[in-house]
T-cell receptor, first 118, second 118 residues
């Protein structure tokens, strides 16, 4: 069974400072890793994904994430936080090995509230 | 971009009644859609995988007779909560899978449907 851990319920960062939202995973085979953001009363928005290739993945809104296989981590980062980045962030994983032709549901972490203080 | 809609956005019903939620991919065809459930301040839990033209695949612990899924076309999947009870109150989110020719489909999420059972 695959699982995702987001150890922090909430992360507080001052505007302009770098931010990190942590995520570790457990999955059989090579993982497909995702980050999504959820704003109040809105659907999940895709930020970035790691399938293969460079360990540093760049995504939407200036976010990036680093895949670390030895530490089974996929932490989300941004060099300079904005107040508008305040939202709920979800890390998700899908096992790389499947028999479904590439379409499997995602396993989500419990989410991390990111609060950027002006 | 790829847009997924859900209807209704919120619904209140009496205990014992059935409620149908629609999920539509507006600008792409989705042979696979997923249904998730999100409890307050908790993560998304995959309920089932909906495949066009075939039976849905349910996750362990999800009652298929209670949560009926129909994927009648390449752009529409419906989730019917039968004989709803207050414990079924939740936020239901669908996603549609758009294959990009690689090993992983990209999931686009709908805005969710808030179900409240009185």
């Amino acid at each position: 069974a695959q699982s995702v851990a987001q150890p922090e319920d909430q992360v507080n960062v001052a505007e302009g400072n770098p931010l990190t939202v942590k995520c570790t995973y457990s999955v059989s085979g090579n993982p497909y890793l995702f980050w999504y953001v959820q704003y109040p009363n809105r659907g999940l928005q895709f930020l970035l994904k790691y399938i293969t290739g460079d360990n540093l993945v760049k995504g939407s809104y200036g976010f990036e994430a680093e895949f670390n296989k030895s530490q089974t981590s996929f932490h989300l980062k941004k060099p300079s936080a904005l107040v508008s980045d305040s939202a709920l962030y979800f890390c998700a994983v899908r096992g790389g090995m499947n028999s479904g032709g590439g379409a499997d549901g995602l396993t989500f972490g419990k989410g991390t509230h990111l609060i950027i203080q002006p | 971009g790829a847009v997924v809609s859900q209807h209704p956005s919120w619904v209140i019903c009496k205990s014992g009644t059935s409620v149908k939620i629609e999920c539509r991919s507006l600008d792409f065809q989705a042979t696979t859609m997923f249904w998730y459930r999100q409890f307050p301040k908790q993560s998304l839990m995959l309920m089932a995988t909906s495949n066009e033209g075939s039976k849905a695949t349910y996750e362990q612990g999800v009652e298929k007779d209670k949560f009926l899924i129909n994927h009648a076309s390449l752009t529409l999947s419906t989730l019917t909560v039968t004989s709803a009870h207050p414990e079924d109150s939740s936020f239901y989110i669908c996603s549609a899978c758009r294959l990009a020719g690689g090993p992983s489909c990209e999931q686009f999420f709908g805005p969710g449907t808030r179900l409240t059972v009185l």
